[in-house]
């Protein structure tokens, strides 16, 4: 069992930049793929990123490429985003996921654990 909770969400104007935490229990923490998935109002949830068990490989969805950055420290058993250049339809509730593979994966459904979410509203 692995359990999620994200942090750093906000109020941000368009421009700015927040970085989001998400601490992980467990001690098998390295073992796990992690994503960052969003879902704003009236929309399905989509994929962000996803960084590998080792830190080594990372995907991003095409709309925040050059403006996010995903990694993770496996002693600290967390894992961060970064996101800079903040656009308006960048908001939205931000979840992270754990999944049971190596090498990333962009796939909702190869996620096992999620957390609750945080809330990033990036204003005009």
């Known amino acids: 069992q692995v359990q999620l909770v994200e942090s750093g969400g906000g109020l941000v104007q368009a421009g700015g930049s927040l970085r989001l935490s998400c601490a992980a229990s467990?001690?098998?923490?390295?073992?796990?793929?992690m994503g960052w998935f969003r879902q704003a109002p009236g929309k399905e949830r989509e994929f962000v990123a996803t960084i590998s068990w080792s830190g080594r490989t990372t995907d991003y969805a095409d709309s925040v490429k050059g403006r996010f950055t995903i990694s993770r420290d496996n002693a600290k058993n967390t894992v961060y985003l970064q996101m800079n250049s903040l656009k308006p339809e960048d908001t939205a509730v931000y979840y992270c996921?754990?999944?049971?593979?190596?090498?990333?994966?962009?796939?909702?459904?190869?996620?096992?654990?999620w957390g609750q979410g945080t809330q990033v509203t990036v204003s005009s």
């Open positions: 467990g001690r098998t923490f390295s073992r796990y793929t």
């Open positions: 996921a754990a999944a049971k593979v190596a090498y990333g994966s962009t796939g909702l459904s190869e996620y096992d654990y």
